[in-house]
């Protein structure tokens, strides 16, 4: 009788070893396979983006850049919003998927709200530092940015941090762009949001960490 239960212990140490080894190994292949610092080089303003060993779709349609964080990224844009969550920059499978445009948005930015998804990753990766700005003191410190509109940089914008929050991913008047009062919302969920400038309004949305339901939010306003 012993021996079966020292077995049965075994044998469930054994899976429970498996799964943590599991879970390492795809917490790794995810970090690993994110879009690194090397992405840089595809800038539409570099000279040596048309030199790399790869060449990005046709389905960029900007590049973003928030000042001081790893926010650096080109930002895609498919038939819907489902493509890019597993699809990088360049048409291949991975699993920290791409920067991406609702598929409802204009793809030059001329609407009055654009909203921009990306995976929450470790280290700040993809939309990961977006935890940061619910901090205000953090928020004010990485208050610009850059938004460069096309493959060949047609219009070139500047972007302003303005508010950040959580919110729900049911929550009409933020994640349907043709739905609501993106400002109003803003105005009732977020202290810091203080004056209507009336200038357009991009956000940046993520999953919080650890809830499916949660987004953390960063709105912009574009210059």
Known sequence: MNIIYERLVMIVLVLILLVVMWCMYDNYYVYSHALNDDISKYKPWQNEAAHGDQ????????????????????VMQGDDNVKYLNTDPFGKY??????????????????????????????????GALDDFLDTSYLNSHSSGTLIVGKDAEKIYDLTVFAAMRASAKDEAVFDPDKGDIRQFIKEHCETYTADTGQRILALSTCAEGDSISRTLVFCYID
């Open 55 to 74: 060449q990005i779709t046709d389905d960029m349609v900007a590049w973003i850049t928030i000042d001081g964080t790893n926010i650096d990224y080109p």
């Open 94 to 127: 991975s699993l920290s998927g791409s920067i991406f445009l609702d598929s409802r948005n204009a793809p030059d930015f001329s609407d009055d709200y654009s909203l921009i998804y990306g995976h929450h990753m470790e280290y700040g990766r993809m939309f």
